[in-house]
């Protein structure tokens, strides 16, 4: 088929659709009985774990917070405090209601106090050994029924529930940051969860005011595996002499309100690394050496100004330019750089689906307007591949693919352009 034309009216139409898709679990009928959750208790009080519990104590559920030190425990609830405190200000709620919610918090040093706590949710540092060892803590503490989560953004929750004694009560439930504020939330069904814990994540999703969308266990699940697919272009693109703010550029035409870079640096560059650390991203490496760790620092790929603005870097120029042996300035059109970028992302949606980590193509769309700012006049990642048509997102997987034989384009894009089909037709295989 051709590229689909539609009207603004006929992509808001398809994204509530979608929206709607997105809670109905193919295998878990909508009478499932769900279990009872009327405590909440979360590992970790720092960016995640606070934001976590914010949502949990809007909606009027208490929480318990653990952590290692009492001064990492008092940091985060007055972090939280201010949170509550900056929105009351803003008139978003009345004053009084700061105490309510702030009341409904409360903290501990003793994994022993998630005792009778009927859903206890990690997030801590993103090591699969850090992980392991809790939730083999949790599997003692924990009472029968309690569901145990994990706020991972990418490791195999198969493994982590492999040290408890109830895999079928473990799922990941992954936020994304900040997360009071933002609305996607990532359901991760592992290899033995139990039905019913997936039909009571769904539900309080929804108790929450968040948008869930049911995903498998992959690296990065669904939204970060695309956006690791983004990246890795991006940075190809970086070897052939464009410069971030190049490649930013573009896709802030694309309409997304960040480039990778962008979002790199406010992410900070140093997360997962260390001092040392040789990774397969060498700009990365040197920056961070440079302690340019992102916007926290002032320098990462951008240089910041007075106002935290990012600013072109002859820094980062001079190091691209080092590791590539290519001169800036050779860059591609803007053009070519969305093409680069953007259809690989499609193609991973694909594989995605042929693997049945996503149920059906509209949750991949989704993902990626509620967790990562895909424009909404494009609808998403599957529903723009049928905005450009299957046959040119596969002439520009083949072209990429002649350039570096770990890029493949999937057997059903091949199909699609083949046959004439929709990408938004695809469900999990």
């Not at 473990?170 to 019913?196: C, Q, W």
């Not at 120029?317 to 860059?331: D, F, L, M, P, S």
Request: charged content about 25%; glycine content about 8%.
């Amino acid at each position: 088929m051709p590229a689909l034309t539609l009207s603004q009216s006929d992509v808001a139409d398809y994204i509530a659709q979608a929206a709607r898709d997105a809670w109905v679990v193919a295998d878990v009928p909508a009478d499932t009985a769900t279990r009872t959750i009327e405590k909440v208790g979360v590992i970790g009080a720092g960016t995640m774990g606070g934001g976590i519990s914010m949502n949990f104590a809007t909606a009027g559920i208490p929480v318990v917070i653990l952590e290692r030190e009492q001064e990492a425990l008092d940091r985060g609830l007055n972090v939280v405090r201010r949170n509550y405190q900056r929105s009351a200000d803003k008139g978003r709620f009345p004053q009084d209601e700061v105490d309510l919610r702030m009341n409904l918090l409360s903290g501990t040093l003793r994994i022993t106090d998630f005792a009778d706590c009927d859903l206890v949710i990690e997030a801590v540092f993103e090591d699969v050994a850090i992980k392991k060892q809790i939730f083999s803590e949790l599997d003692q503490v924990a009472k029968p029924g309690a569901i145990l989560a994990t706020n991972t953004s990418a490791l195999n929750i198969d493994e982590i529930a492999s040290v408890t004694q109830r895999p079928e009560d473990v799922i990941g439930l992954h936020f994304f940051s900040p997360a009071n504020v933002m609305k996607l939330l990532e359901i991760v069904r592992a290899e033995h969860t139990a039905k019913d814990v997936i039909a009571t994540s769904m539900t309080l999703a929804k108790t929450i005011n968040k948008v869930a969308t049911l995903v498998g266990v992959c690296p990065g699940f669904v939204g970060n595996r695309i956006l690791f697919a983004r990246q890795a272009e991006a940075h190809k693109l970086l070897m052939k002499g464009a410069t971030p703010w190049e490649i930013d550029a573009a896709l802030n035409a694309f309409g997304f309100r960040m480039g990778p870079y962008q979002m790199s640096d406010l992410a900070g560059l140093d997360i997962g690394w260390k001092k040392g650390a040789t990774t397969d991203n060498p700009f990365r490496d040197a920056l961070c050496e440079l302690d340019r760790r992102g916007q926290k620092t002032r320098a990462g790929f951008y240089d910041y100004d007075e106002n935290n603005r990012p600013v072109p870097s002859e820094v980062t120029a001079e190091i691209i330019a080092r590791i590539t042996g290519v001169e800036a300035g050779q860059a591609l059109s803007q053009d070519e750089i969305v093409a680069a970028c953007i259809h690989p992302m499609i193609n991973e949606g694909l594989k995605i689906l042929e693997e049945g980590k996503a149920q059906r193509a509209s949750d991949i769309d989704i993902v990626w307007l509620n967790g990562y700012g895909w424009p909404a006049d494009k609808g998403g990642p599957m529903l723009y591949g049928d905005m450009v048509g299957a046959e040119t997102v596969l002439a520009t997987m083949e072209s990429l693919a002649q350039e570096d034989d770990k890029v493949t384009p999937c057997e059903t894009l091949k199909c699609l352009a083949r046959d004439g089909g929709r990408f938004i037709d695809v469900q999990a295989s």
